[in-house]
């Protein structure tokens, strides 16, 4: 079992800044991917950005220029950099884990809110 702990959440006004973070513990063999999905009040969870081997990413078009991920794999840690946030950017971020077997592990979830 691979657990996955995020912090980072919180209250920002329009424009500014907010840096997530997850870290996975428990029986880590191998996760080669690792990212953040949001969901909104009354939306489906939708990718904001993942990032493969280290290297690898892929972002929501309406995060790219605005957001980064990276990845420390000694630490098993996921980050996500949020910079000039905006109201639509509020969501529950969840931070996502994938083995190399393909199964999925979920955070718990931690709130942004961006207020105008």
């Known amino acids: 079992q691979v657990q996955l702990v995020e912090s980072g959440g919180g209250l920002v006004q329009a424009g500014g800044s907010l840096r997530l973070s997850c870290a996975a513990s428990?029986?880590?063999?191998?996760?080669?991917?690792m990212g953040w999905y949001r969901q909104a009040p009354g939306k489906q969870r939708e990718l904001v950005a993942v990032?493969?081997?280290?290297?690898?990413?892929n972002s929501a078009d309406s995060v790219k220029g605005r957001f980064t991920i990276s990845r420390d794999n000694a630490k098993n840690t996921v980050y996500l950099q949020m910079n000039s946030l905006k109201p639509e950017d509020t969501a529950v971020y969840y931070c996502?884990?994938?083995?190399?077997?393909?199964?999925?592990?979920w955070g718990q979830g931690t709130q942004v809110t961006v207020s105008s």
């Open positions: 996502l884990a994938v083995e190399n077997t393909g199964r999925r592990y």
């Open positions: 990032i493969t081997s280290g290297v690898t990413t």
């Open positions: 428990g029986s880590i063999f191998s996760i080669p991917t």
